[in-house]
């Protein structure tokens, strides 16, 4: 004799309590009172709970690369602003001792700065494939001793030998009888064409 098949019992939820309701397969659809409120309710199976088609962890990861990249900008602009409050001081407070309107020309220095210390003619290079622009110079210690916190000073100057600016580079310490090659980074917006040394100053 066939075994008789089992009735299969499913779950819902009363619509207006919420409460649990367990019925047969067979009444899916039908109508009936909630035995917990009394009121009628259709017996429906619970629908399963979404999962969002995103995994959480995927958008909690996505948002801290947001931040991170947002704060890279923020630090990056900040920078940026820096160095353009440096070339704007730099331009409204010339170091120098020039008086408005001298032309002297980029190769008249005088070689004798003194302390024994001699300076070559300026020069202005470009780095090739950049922006980069550099005054170029020679300094000598012609002198027997060493000199310590060498800094000089140029004025940067346009094409008519105006002054448009000023740069400079520092040097720790000079042997006797030794040569520096500095480099002095040109941060002005105007184009410099030639510079000239202004003054050499050293740390007492």
């Known amino acids: 004799m066939p075994e008789m098949s089992r009735t299969k019992i499913l779950n819902g939820h009363c619509t207006h309590c919420g409460g649990l309701l367990e019925f047969p397969v067979e009444s899916t659809g039908l109508t009936t009172d909630c035995p917990l409120c009394g009121q009628q309710t259709e017996l429906l ?4 709970v979404e999962e969002p088609t995103i995994p959480r962890k995927t958008i909690v990861w996505t948002i801290i690369a947001v931040l ?3 704060g890279g900008l923020a630090a990056a602009l900040v920078a940026l602003k820096g160095v353009q409050r440096l070339a704007l001081s730099q331009n409204k407070h010339p170091s120098a001792t020039t008086t408005p ?5 980029p190769t008249t220095v005088d070689p004798a700065i003194g302390n024994g210390l001699q300076a070559s003619t300026v020069r202005i290079e470009k780095v090739p494939g950049g922006s980069l622009v550099y005054a170029v110079g020679t300094l000598t210690n012609a002198s027997p ?4 916190g060498i ?3 140029l004025d940067l100057l346009d094409a008519n030998g105006q002054k448009i600016g000023t740069a400079s580079d520092y040097q720790g310490v000079m042997e006797p009888n ?5 480099k002095a980074l040109v941060v ?3 184009p410099t064409v030639s510079a000239r040394v202004a003054g050499i100053k050293e740390q007492p």
């Open 145 to 148: 001793r060493q000199h310590f």
């Open 151 to 153: 800094r000089v000073e």
């Open 101 to 105: 309107g001298e032309t002297n020309a």
């Open 45 to 48: 199976l619970d629908r399963p």
């Open 188 to 190: 002005d917006p105007k």
């Open 68 to 70: 991170i990249l947002g």
């Open 178 to 182: 030794s040569h520096w090659q500095f």
